[in-house]
């Protein structure tokens, strides 16, 4: 009877701590000392770990690129397929809502059916869908192609960051994480940088098409290597829910095309109504995920899970953090190829001070964060309000001096932006994985990059509109120094959360770790 009792007991419990909790001791230490992951290697096995994991990194990198070179080709889409500012903000938007949708629902497959399996399912997904985008003769075809890439992209990322979490011990799980953060933080810079440079050659397949085309590349190499990565068994045996996946997919991307379209289109009726759609799908998706768990039915996010004030904390921080990231990028492309004139080339170039800071910043993480412990997101946070608050008042007050004032000014500031942006992404990372338990690891990455691609897509959509809409009135220049004051809103508000954070019950030994993932401890 105890023995059935407990079984019953256990049933109920949410996914995230069934999963671990019916784990006996014996079972634990031999799956954990098979696999080397209780610490205790030697440095040398450790750093193999994160060396065999390298198609992990090209993999991020590719997923985070495929977004990011969407930013530069934007200014040249609307001459070319007769688009707006409105639908080139959908065609952006497109991606990242549908990597989105589909992030938590792969990290459940890829605790179920095998990570590696799932992750050169995405890969090979990624570069057919990449072929796919750069050879759209309309923009709804371009538009259904970037939904088909990110929902490639969400096959990927959860299975990478699972990986690293699960490869070696806390050592070797600190370095794979400090990794993946400038593997990512690459790819997002390089994606503007190498963008440009391909728009500016003189190709016969080159300018836009050929610089969505690249992003099939890193997808490519990733793949040749991923058959030889080590990975945990599936662990999990519970039904995705699809149905929960297609209801929240579709709401996002309600929400998003009317905020996309809706300044465009001057906010006719059927915009508005798509915002609300949106956001009443999403509150029933809520309410339903909430039904199931009470039911004992598989879900795709326990709202039990959320109870957690870190993960739910570090959550908030991310949308802040991604929004604000988001709309940066959209807009830094929009003012320097159509604002002040730049070619995608000289614009990519101007992006190398901030992108190398971000790289060198990212890889040094562990350091930095041994140096300043719990408060190195507050420290970052601060950092990043004075230079928005300097590249906003250089914005204004440059306005028709030319483009020369303003990219020396930013090539300045850049060193600031991008140590200040990585030293919040980085820890940011580890604290929200470090959060939930070990053995569901593909739902912590989901949850994770869920937030962050939703709020590039959200910040694109809301912040950029502003500055789409604002354009006219006050010219480029003005306008971007405006949507700067949003962002150093949303900068001052994540360092609230950071300093709420740091002062919780948990919040400072997790922070000092600076990325690394707690070990958890046997009942």
């Known amino acids: 009877m105890r023995a059935g009792t407990r079984r019953v007991r256990e049933n109920v419990r949410p996914p995230w701590q069934r999963s671990f909790h019916s784990e006996t001791r014996s079972r634990w ?21 994160v060396q065999r994991t390298w198609p992990v990194f090209i993999a991020a990198f590719g997923a985070t690129y495929t977004f990011s070179v969407g930013n530069v080709t934007a200014p040249r889409l609307g001459p070319e397929l007769n688009a707006g500012r409105g639908e080139v903000a959908l065609v952006l938007a497109a991606f990242a809502v549908s990597f989105a949708a589909g992030l938590i629902l792969a990290g459940r497959l890829g605790d179920r059916y095998g990570r590696r399996r799932l992750l050169r399912i995405g ?118 829910d699809l149905g929960g996946a297609l209801g929240v997919g579709v709401s996002l991307l309600a929400l998003v095309a009317g905020l996309s379209l809706g300044p465009a289109t001057g906010w006719t009726w059927w915009t508005p109504t798509l915002v609300v759609l949106g956001c009443l799908g999403l509150y029933g998706f809520w309410l339903g995920q909430g039904r199931r768990e009470l039911a004992g039915r598989p879900v795709l996010v326990a709202p039990s899970s959320l109870r957690l004030p870190t993960l739910r904390l570090g959550l908030l921080m991310a949308v802040l953090l991604f929004a604000g990231y988001g709309a940066f990028s959209y807009e830094y492309s929009m003012l320097t190829q159509v604002g002040l004139g730049l070619t995608p080339v000289q614009s990519g170039l101007a992006l190398t001070a901030f992108a190398g800071t971000f790289v060198v910043a990212g890889l040094r993480m562990p350091r930095i964060t041994a140096r300043f412990g719990d408060r190195t997101m507050e ?132 922070l000092a770790r600076g990325g690394q993932h707690r070990t958890e401890t046997l009942d």
């Open 29 to 49: 230490w031999s799956e954990h000392q098979h696999h080397g992951t209780l610490g205790r290697c030697p440095p040398a096995a450790q750093r193999e770990c």
């Open 123 to 240: 890969l090979l997904a990624l570069a057919l869908t990449s072929a796919l985008a750069a050879a759209a003769p309309s923009l709804w075809w371009l538009v259904a192609a970037r939904l088909l890439q990110g929902a490639a992209s969400a096959i990927v990322m959860p299975q990478t960051l699972a990986i690293i979490q699960t490869s070696g011990g806390a050592p070797a799980q600190a370095r794979g994480l400090a990794a993946f953060t400038a593997s990512s933080g690459v790819g997002t810079v390089a994606g503007q940088v190498v963008g440009g440079l391909v728009m500016g050659l003189g190709l016969p397949f080159a300018g836009w098409r050929g610089a969505v085309l690249t992003s099939a590349i890193p997808s490519a190499v990733a793949l040749l290597g991923a058959h030889r990565l080590h990975v945990h068994p599936p662990n999990s045996t519970e039904r995705p």
């Open 379 to 510: 420290l970052a946070a601060g950092l990043l309000t004075v230079g928005l608050v300097l590249l906003g008042l250089t914005s204004w007050f440059t306005q028709g001096k030319g483009a020369a004032i303003w990219i020396g000014c930013f090539q300045v500031l850049g060193v600031l932006l991008g140590a200040a942006q990585a030293s919040q992404y980085g820890p940011l990372v580890g604290t929200v994985m470090a959060a939930v338990p070990h053995r569901v690891a593909g739902l912590a990455g989901g949850l994770f990059t869920t937030a962050q691609q939703a709020s590039l897509g959200l910040g694109i959509a809301t912040i950029g509109g502003v500055f789409g809409a604002l354009v006219p009135m006050l010219g480029w220049e003005h306008a971007f120094a405006v949507a700067l004051g949003i962002q150093v809103v949303t900068t001052v508000l994540f360092w609230v959360l950071a300093r709420r954070l740091r002062s919780g019950p948990h919040g400072s030994s997790t």
